[in-house]
């Protein structure tokens, strides 16, 4: 016979299960209709989920809709702009971009291919535009249902609220420009214009001018590059200098297809990072000696990211570009450098120096980092939350393609939103975070700066393995080894992460494939006669590629050793297949 006492804590414990289902994650609020927020869409609906996306403007795209003037509060880009990464690594995971796409295109295309991605999956139906959200509260009882009140205006500037039970913030943060003119003394009686990247379009204005470009980020090379060809004369000024590479690698392959491979990662963990960082720079100082071009940095190659252009070095070359120190202030028309010398009549500078990261309509008590920064778990999660039911895409810097981290971040975040993935202690999270800061500030002495940087392919596995689909090499190794030569030498291509687990996609192997044939394809204009050429035998090859993939695998997984013995005779069961579907076709 139950006491009163045990009967009462019994219902209690149904209803909060009863509560606990009741409450559990349905609406999700994803705000932006940019890239990351159309990759949430689609994920939403494909965990079950009901996604209401709003968009202050009247198209998707967000970043990468070009305007032919900038708006306040939102992203702007320079009518020129051509993407830094190639198509087949920064696509969609399950939805790999037109073949006869350029490696490198223009904006407008890849408006396109968002446009091509939403019209096949229906994400426009869940797109409310011209809808603005003013403010994302937790509700009274947040830390029993995780609930958000959402306030957001329309289009007739009528204000609504809602209810979500999740938020997924894709606002984007190139929104809030950074023009430190206080920190040069003269700039109030300074002649020429000044003005911010954001503000920039064309180099149309500056035909026959003098001008001066501040920053040497990927922005500032593009812009003093595109100036220098019309102006009379326009100069680089960098704090620090810059490692410069091409979009091109050897053969004129894209070099992000080349670089950002599973081997590199290992080797370049494996290799002392002297090595690594003198084997590169000296690469790069074979095509243009960055001292003589006044392009050397203070820092190694690995330590920062790089300047990914192809045509700065050229315009230093012919003359039209030249390199200058930081700025130091402003003296009626001229710009006073640090090392002394003054550049006269300057027309114009554009200042390429960065974006103030701020998202208003969030509470402010999530701005909890030293600088009021965002702290983010994984640069996802705000370890404050009670319950975790609000994500932060995209506030991540790394060397590689955004798009394919911030769809594998979605996908992490609507598994946590649903119980299928926990986080850990709000401790934990807080000391992870410092952990990374720390050692990224070895590279990154700005803290904020130093908080930003993941390394491109262990956080990409790091969440496919919180999701289920970080695929297993040892197995790929033994059951498909054609794939296996594929996804470990070859690209780290999306589709990688389509292969097993949960969304698992049934193309995704023969994406894999087929991505050099995608690479190819733009090129094929013309029909060019191929020499008849037959492979060499020398060196037995398959029996080097056993050896190797084994070895690797070994290497990978030291736990499995014995499964990846087992194996063996089915490898060579496949070699002659191997032959033929990977080392001779490439």
Avoid at 219 to 231: K, N, Y
Wanted: glycine share 6%; net charge neutral; proline share 7%.
């Amino acid at each position: 016979m139950k006491s009163d006492d045990d009967v009462f804590s019994m219902l209690l414990s149904f209803i909060c299960i009863l509560q606990e289902c009741t409450t559990m994650v349905r609406r999700v609020a994803v705000v932006g209709a940019g890239s990351s927020g159309l990759a949430c869409i689609k994920i939403c609906v494909d965990e079950g989920l009901e996604p209401v996306c709003f968009e202050s403007s009247d198209d998707i795209g967000g970043l990468w809709k070009f305007k032919e003037s900038p708006e306040p509060e939102r992203s702007s880009i320079y009518r020129s702009l051509v993407v830094n990464t190639s198509k087949e690594m920064m696509c969609f995971s399950d939805f790999p971009m037109p073949a006869d796409y350029p490696n490198y295109f223009h904006n407008s295309q890849l408006l396109q291919y968002f446009r091509l991605y939403a019209e096949h999956f229906d994400l426009f139906k869940y797109i409310n535009f011209q809808t603005t959200v003013k403010s994302v509260t937790q509700r009274p009882d947040f830390s029993l249902s995780g609930q958000w009140d959402i306030m957001t205006i329309n289009r007739e500037g009528k204000e609504e609220r809602h209810v979500f039970d999740a938020v997924l913030v894709c606002s984007g943060h190139y929104t809030r420009p950074v023009l430190p003119l206080s920190d040069f003394p003269g700039h109030e009686t300074f002649s020429g214009k000044c003005f911010h990247s954001w503000e920039y379009k064309d180099a149309d204005a500056f035909r026959e001018k003098r001008v001066v470009v501040v920053g040497i980020g990927n922005s500032g090379g593009d812009i003093a590059v595109e100036t220098s060809r019309s102006a009379k004369k326009t100069f680089l000024s960098t704090r620090e200098g810059v490692w410069v590479i091409s979009r091109m690698s050897s053969n004129g392959l894209p070099l992000d297809m080349t670089a950002i491979t599973r081997l590199n990662n290992i080797l370049t963990l494996l290799l002392p990072s002297t090595l690594v960082n003198w084997a590169t720079e000296r690469a790069l100082n074979q095509k243009y000696d960055h001292r003589l071009y006044g392009l050397k940095p203070r820092h190694r190659f690995l330590d920062k990211r790089p300047l990914i252009n192809n045509d700065l070095p050229g315009q230093i070359l012919q003359g039209a570009l030249v390199m200058k120190p930081n700025v130091k202030g402003f003296k009626d028309s001229g710009v006073v450098f640090e090392d002394g010398t003054v550049e006269e009549n300057i027309d114009a500078v554009v200042f390429c120096t960065g974006y103030k990261v701020s998202f208003p309509f969030l509470p402010p008590a999530l701005s909890e980092g030293p600088h009021g920064d965002m702290t983010l778990y994984k640069r996802l999660f705000p370890p404050s939350l009670v319950q975790p039911t609000l994500a932060v895409m995209g506030l991540f810097q790394t060397k590689g393609p955004i798009m394919p981290i911030v769809e594998m971040q979605a996908r992490w975040a609507v598994k946590v939103f649903a119980g299928l993935s926990r986080l850990p202690s709000k401790e934990k999270m807080l000391a992870v975070i410092e952990s990374e800061t720390k050692r990224n500030m070895k590279s990154y002495p700005c803290h904020r700066q130093a908080a930003l940087q993941v390394d491109y392919i262990p956080y990409l596995d790091f969440m496919a393995n919180e999701v289920g689909v970080r695929p297993s090499f040892v197995t790929l190794l033994l059951r498909d080894p054609v794939l296996w030569v594929k996804v470990f030498l070859g690209p780290c291509t999306p589709y990688q992460y389509r292969l097993t687990g949960p969304g698992q996609w049934a193309g995704a192997r023969q994406a894999i494939l087929t991505q050099w044939e995608r690479v190819a394809q733009p090129f094929r204009t013309r029909v060019v006669p191929e020499p008849e050429s037959r492979p060499s035998s020398f060196c037995s090859p398959w029996l080097l590629i056993f050896g190797g993939t084994v070895i690797t695998a070994v290497l990978l997984s030291k736990n499995e050793v014995v499964p990846v013995l087992q194996g063996a005779a089915q490898i060579l069961d496949r070699c002659k297949i191997f032959l033929k579907d990977s080392w001779f076709t490439g």
